[in-house]
């Protein structure tokens, strides 16, 4: 069984940064690809990035220049570095984790970018 504890949203005003974390914890492969979706009202969850675990990295392009995504394999926890947030960027973070067979989500953390 494994289980993602998302931390670190919140409200902010736009311009401003937010650092969003993942834990996963229990059965966990050395290959793994860990990432962050989003989830705004009335629209599809979408990509913002990923990480696999030797270092692949993918933005989504309304992200590129302004998230930066990483992780420490020793604790099994992916990072979302947010800065310039925009009003656009509102909505729930949804922490993911592939390791084939297997996906798993954690139970999203609200972001909240006021103009």
């Known amino acids: 069984q494994v289980q993602l504890v998302e931390s670190g949203g919140g409200l902010v005003q736009a311009g401003g940064s937010l650092r969003l974390s993942c834990a996963a914890s229990g059965s966990i492969f050395s290959i793994n690809v860990m990432g962050w979706f989003r989830q705004a009202p009335g629209k599809q969850r979408e990509l913002v990035a990923r990480i696999g675990s030797v270092g692949s990295i993918n933005y989504a392009d309304s992200v590129k220049g302004r998230f930066t995504i990483s992780r420490d394999n020793a604790k099994n926890t992916v990072y979302l570095q947010m800065n310039s947030l925009k009003p656009e960027d509102t909505a729930v973070y949804y922490c993911?984790?592939?390791?084939?067979?297997?996906?798993?989500w954690g139970q999203g953390t609200q972001v909240t970018v006021s103009s």
């Open positions: 993911n984790l592939v390791q084939r067979p297997y996906e798993y």
